[in-house]
């Protein structure tokens, strides 16, 4: 599974000595979603598979009405969100490399240098075999299949080590509880918010991390693979949390104090004499890092071609898509390029966090960062009335306070002085990091999930409320709320005047001239012709649109086939949807300007039965004057 990576394989272990059963919320939250939302991810694959997404950042571009704004902020988002998670992983290699290095007296480790060899051999590994084809929807069945053996690697070599610590160092499973009990992970005591936040974050970043969608929804090829998803891969994780609080117990009890537990897995097997054992779990903590380091740096160099390199170069093109130089190239070049930047964040914030942090709690920095998609995500699969402002806003505030309270604190006091820490910026208290609006005395992972996350959805729902959203957003919404009416539906583009020859010289700038006059000659056949060029229908540029988006992202696709056309995209249905929505829109407007008519009428005549009382009341006090003047007179007189 690529879910589970270093920090399951070596920081489960580390986790437990510190945390004790702590641990088990990073397991326990993908099953939850494994075993209780089973029904989101299946509608999570329809649309991705209808609507041709190449990652989480296209998929919400798609739903908001194809911005690339919100694609380039999930973008960003993500990339940053990920970089600690890279950055555990190359931390995890370095320290088992420095193991083995330690045990040969003649060896010259260096950390920094391992850094940077097994992130460039990553990279190149990535640019080989996730770079070769240009279309990010097509499956890579190659990757997928090495990942599965790598999963299946790293389970051997846990199953492995835990039954030698089981069986092999202690006597049997009555022993070892024995030994766990007597060492300090036998005084769990539960923090409730501690553990009902983690548990909630590691169910939001298996839906959200670019890795997960990447072979959940665009790696999946048939949606009932997720009924044996939902009983293996919860199986899974149970085998792989069957023996960490055995080897966390024997590890405390074997190895010298001060003795990093993130490496108990490696340390253990070594410090007993089984080096092969200790080779064997070497190799699962090497699969468990590099497949996930792998298939991130892919998602990513996706994401940031397709949303921020291919948008800004399309820009500059102004003569259009038909004239423009080769897309391919420039695509395959800037994923190749986003792959090493990707590796190269990686090494920078190990740099800046010095190496020495927990594995568990760098993973933890990087769940709260992903998480942030989460608001916007489930808003576009379930809400019609979610906008694209909407969720701009609720990212960019959850990510600024992500950022904040945890990304830059994380990093140490190289990034932010303790000054700032302790008093806040500028001595402004309610703004400390880790003491926002001066709530004190949470933890920090909960401190900065009640503020990010809240307010986060909370400016998501109220901005959408707030905003009407455009017909391409409404639109989308309809294709994607009701996915499963739309699927089959034909949904084409109108006022067309494209001329087939265009969208073949485009089409070739991005696919290829090859796989460009494949897909034409297979389009007319479908149309009946005898030529290669197939009548540009509203039907066949939504199939074209669909195919292109693959390569070059939706709302990217969906830009340049609108240069040529200069139509919208449509369906009867959604049509129909909108309809709807605009007779009900209408509808209510009438009720307000009747209500406002009625409104003013009554205001109407307040104001005259105002007017009529201001004047009985000037009548009055004149009376009341006239008469007591003729009063005083006689009385004078007299």
């Known amino acids: 599974s690529i879910y589970c990576t270093a920090w399951t394989f070596y920081g489960a272990v580390g986790y437990a000595v510190r945390s004790g059963l702590e641990f088990v919320t990073i397991y326990l939250g993908p099953t939850l979603v494994m075993l209780g939302w089973w029904w989101g991810l299946r509608k999570l694959v329809r649309i991705g598979r209808s609507q041709r997404v190449t990652s989480v950042a296209d998929l919400l571009s798609s739903r908001y009405g194809k911005s690339n704004t919100l694609a380039i902020g999930v973008t960003i988002l993500a990339v940053i969100g990920v970089t600690p998670y890279i950055a555990l992983q190359l931390q995890s290699i370095t320290l088992s490399f420095s193991i083995f290095a330690e045990a040969d007296p003649d060896s010259a480790f260096n950390a920094g240098a391992s850094v940077i060899w097994v992130a460039s051999g990553l990279a190149v590994f990535a640019i080989l075999f996730g770079t070769r084809n240009l279309d990010a929807n097509e499956r890579h069945h190659g990757v997928v299949t090495a990942i599965a053996l790598e999963a299946v690697v790293k389970l051997v070599a846990l199953l492995a080590v835990g039954v030698f610590v089981v069986w092999g160092l202690s006597g049997g499973v009555t022993d070892t509880l024995a030994r766990i009990d007597a060492s300090p992970i036998g005084d769990w005591q539960v923090d409730r918010a501690r553990w009902a936040t983690i548990t909630f974050l590691a169910a939001a970043a298996f839906v959200c991390l670019p890795r997960m969608f990447q072979v959940m929804v665009v790696e999946n090829d048939d949606e009932r693979h997720l009924r044996t998803a939902a009983w293996a891969f919860p199986l899974y994780l149970l085998l792989m949390s069957l023996f960490v609080v055995p080897i966390a117990a024997v590890g405390l009890d074997l190895l010298p104090e001060g003795s990093n537990p993130d490496l108990f897995v490696l340390t253990v097997p070594l410090a007993t004499g089984r080096e092969g054992l200790a080779m064997l779990s070497f190799i699962g903590g090497f699969s468990s890092a590099t497949s996930m380091v792998i298939v991130a740096a892919m998602a990513l160099s996706t994401m940031v071609s397709n949303h921020i390199v291919m948008p800004i170069w399309f820009s500059y093109r102004a003569q ?319």
């Open 320 to 638: 259009g898509a038909a004239q423009s130089g080769d897309v391919r190239n420039v695509v395959l070049l800037a994923r190749r390029v986003s792959i090493g930047g990707v590796m190269a964040l990686g090494c920078i914030y190990y740099k800046l966090s010095g190496g020495g942090t927990a594995l568990a709690a760098i993973g933890l920095i990087a769940f709260v960062g992903i998480a942030q998609i989460l608001p916007a995500l489930i808003g576009g699969l379930f809400w019609r009335g979610a906008t694209r402002i909407g969720a701009l806003t609720g990212l960019s505030i959850g990510f600024a306070i992500w950022v904040w309270s945890m990304l830059l604190p994380g990093l140490g006091g190289g990034v932010l002085p303790p000054s700032v820490m302790a008093a806040g910026p500028f001595g402004i208290a309610w703004l400390r990091p880790q003491a926002l609006f001066g709530i004190e005395g949470l933890d920090p992972i909960v401190h900065s999930v009640l503020w990010s996350f809240s307010l986060n959805a909370l400016a998501f729902v109220a901005v959408s409320l707030l905003t009407l959203p455009n017909a391409v957003e409404r639109l989308q919404a309809a294709q994607f709320v009701n996915v499963y009416d739309h699927s089959a539906g034909p949904r084409g583009w109108t006022g067309s005047v494209a001329q087939s020859e265009d969208l073949m010289v485009m089409t070739q700038r991005i696919l290829g001239s090859e796989d460009a006059q494949a897909l034409f000659q297979r389009e007319a056949q479908l149309q009946g012709g005898r030529g290669h060029l197939p009548e540009p229908t509203p039907e066949f540029l939504e199939r074209l649109e669909r195919q292109l988006a693959g390569s070059v992202g939706a709302a990217t696709a969906h830009a340049m086939i609108g240069q040529i056309v200069g139509g919208s995209s449509v369906s009867v249905q959604d049509l129909l949807a909108v309809a709807d929505e605009s007779a009900q829109m209408l509808e209510y407007s009438s009720r307000l300007e009747a209500q406002s008519a009625e409104l003013s009428r009554t205001a109407r005549k307040l104001q005259e039965a105002n007017e009529k009382l201001t004047q009985i009341s000037a009548q009055k006090d004149s009376f009341l004057s006239q008469v007591s003047h003729e009063l005083r007179t006689p009385m004078t007189s007299i």
